[in-house]
């Protein structure tokens, strides 16, 4: 079946450092494949998508590539900033048609960033 | 421009009792989903809607049933809490053309105790 496995959190960094939050997932097909933020308090927000092989997502900073060879999706960031920290969430999507959008999600993995 | 809104944020039920998890959006989307989240697990989907007049289950439907009442709202009923359903609910909903980008409600958190 299909699935995505995250790294355990939680992820404590000081600001400025590097960050890798690692994703794989196992699908059929070609799935698309999605970062989704959570904020405290709030709703999920998608963060970054790469919807074929070898694409990379990138938004405020964070990015991930989709490896099909790996079958990862990892989040990294060059420089954290307290503002940052939420829980990450890693996503797919089944390809083909007629999939309505379903999402299947990783477990998610907090980040605190420390000023 | 509200986006996904969800009624209410916090509750509290007895076992065997039932409620009424309300979810709206103002953006016009086809699509509304249900899911729940807990610790350790991710988010889970209950059920979802992908038009107007259709529902289907998604992966744990067991002890809920929805109701996609017009394009705007989309409810999910437990009509006999049991403490494994204490969790927070989120509804979320996508346009037709982009069925990948989901837009989340702020959610809702239930105890059943």
């Known amino acids: 079946g299909n699935s995505v496995t995250q790294m355990e959190g939680p992820v404590t960094l000081s600001e400025e450092a590097f960050l890798t939050i690692n994703c794989t997932y196992t699908?059929?097909?070609?799935?698309?494949l999605f970062w989704y933020v959570q904020y405290p308090g709030e709703g999920l927000q998608l963060l970054l998508k790469a919807t074929k092989a070898d694409d990379k997502g990138s938004n405020k900073g964070f990015e991930a590539t989709y490896r099909k060879e790996t079958t990862s999706f990892h989040l990294e960031k060059g420089s954290v900033q307290v503002s940052d920290s939420a829980v990450y969430f890693c996503?797919?999507?089944?390809?083909?048609?007629?999939?309505?959008?379903?999402?299947?999600f990783g477990q998610g993995t907090t980040l605190q960033v420390k000023p | 421009n509200a986006g996904v809104t969800q009624t209410p944020k916090f509750q509290v039920l007895k076992t065997g009792q039932s409620m009424t998890l309300q979810c709206a959006q103002d953006?016009?989307?086809?699509?509304m989903y249900w899911y729940r989240q807990d610790p350790g697990m991710g988010l889970r989907l209950i059920y979802y809607?992908?038009?107007?007049?259709?529902?289907d289950k998604g992966e744990v439907p067991n002890g809920y049933n929805v109701s996609r009442l017009n394009k705007r709202e989309f409810s999910l009923r437990l009509e006999s809490a049991a403490p494994s359903q204490t969790s927070v609910y989120f509804c979320a909903s996508s346009a037709g053309g982009n069925p990948y980008e989901q837009y989340f409600g702020p959610g809702t958190r239930l105890t059943v105790t």
């Open positions: 996503a797919l999507k089944r390809g083909g048609s007629g999939n309505t959008g379903k999402l299947i």
């Open positions: 699908a059929t097909g070609y799935p698309s």
């Open positions: 809607s992908a038009s107007e007049g259709t529902t």
């Open positions: 953006m016009n989307h086809n699509s």
